[in-house]
């Protein structure tokens, strides 16, 4: 008899830091700032503001490694600039935070990056003349320094060439854009821009992604395909922190919801919590029809202004 003992599965399923986190939630408060057992961010009083308006205003916010989060909230409510302050592209009035265990306020989005934690933005980011390969290779680790490197390295280099490449192509055959790879990026439809956003967050196979309305735009098929992605990702631990106006898919897919309103954190639980929290159906649900037929238009982001990369046409 073969594979005595513990068999594969067994091993496998205990290995699976999924279940274990989301089983960790079970006790957690749902209230605003809630302690979680095993945070992989950690953020404290952090504060942004634009000239006299207070953009994001949050005390505190831990998000559960493992899990799938979405904050949700109505426009404006300061999720893009949350994200923005969070991950290095905009700085903030005051704040501290922590990436698995390290200080990562004032870091930069490209050192932010480094260590784990990358986001996609509402408007896509996509350098439209480049291919949709070398948006990949783009993304990639090990782009710096080429230039400098002697022959000694070169067949380090190639080799992770070789890496990055199988991984983009990986990557690209599991959004569905092989048929894109040698397209410009600017020929893509909106949504295939957010399966290429998404897909070129994972060449650095961070610990931690956050998505800036990554099914806005998107065709219902590939939402679901999007969906699924995002469902792999976190079964393979993975942490996800979405922005999504669509109730339906918040409800379904997500561990965890965080509720934005004028920059603070209104309420924090599971789905079946925030389906039936009064301030949240006052602040936010009631009016959430508007806010999807809006935010589906595209036109509401402010993250396009200031990164300097091409923007979508
Ligand atoms: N660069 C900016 N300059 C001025 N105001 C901004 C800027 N970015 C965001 N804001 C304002 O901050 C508030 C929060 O915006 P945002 O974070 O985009 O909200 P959300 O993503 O929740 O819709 C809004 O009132 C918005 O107009
Ligand atoms: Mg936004």
């Known amino acids: 008899m073969s594979n005595n003992g513990v ?26 700032g809630s302690a979680k057992p095993d945070p992989i961010l950690v953020a404290d009083r952090v504060r942004r503001s634009f000239g006299g308006l207070t953009a994001v205003d949050v005390e505190h916010l831990e998000v ?11 426009n404006g409510a300061g999720k893009s600039t949350l994200f923005n302050v969070l991950t290095g592209f905009d700085g903030s009035d005051s704040g501290s935070w922590t ?11 490209h050192q932010v990056a480094r260590r784990g934690m990358v ?8 350098l ?42 990986e990557l690209l055959e599991r959004f569905r854009l092989t048929h894109m790879r040698d397209e410009i990026a600017g020929s893509l439809s909106g949504g295939q821009r957010k399966l290429l956003e998404m897909a070129r967050a994972l060449m650095v196979q ?7 309305e ?15 992605h995002i469902s792999a990702l976190r079964d393979e631990g993975t942490t996800i922190l979405f922005v999504e106006h669509d109730m339906d898919v918040i409800m379904g897919i997500s561990d965890w919801i965080i509720v934005l309103a004028e920059g603070r954190v209104i309420a ?43 923007e979508t046409r």
Do not use: C
Not at 119 to 126: G, I, S
């Open 214 to 228: 990554p099914m806005a735009g998107v065709n219902p098929v590939l939402v679901e395909s999007l969906l699924e």
């Open 7 to 32: 068999g594969l599965d067994e091993v496998s399923a205990d290995a699976d830091g999924t279940g274990r986190a989301r089983a960790d939630l079970t006790g957690v408060a749902a209230e605003p």
């Open 128 to 169: 439209t003349r480049l291919s949709v390969l070398e948006n990949m290779l783009l993304a990639a680790p090990g782009q710096t320094g080429e230039r400098l490197l002697g022959s000694f390295l070169r067949w380090y280099w190639s080799r992770q060439e070789q890496r990055n490449q199988r991984q983009a192509e």
């Open 268 to 310: 924090e639980g599971r789905p079946d919590d925030i389906r039936s929290n009064q301030t949240v159906i006052d602040a936010y649900l009631g009016t959430q029809h508007d806010e999807t037929t809006r935010s589906n238009g595209g036109a509401t982001g402010n993250d396009g202004a200031a990164q300097g990369t091409e």
């Open 119 to 126: 986001r996609t933005f509402q408007l896509t980011k996509a």
């Open 64 to 74: 559960q490694r493992g899990t799938v989060t979405a904050l949700i909230g109505p």
């Open 99 to 109: 990436f698995q265990g390290g200080r990562i306020n004032g870091l930069p989005g």
């Open 206 to 212: 961070p610990s931690m992604v956050m998505l800036d």
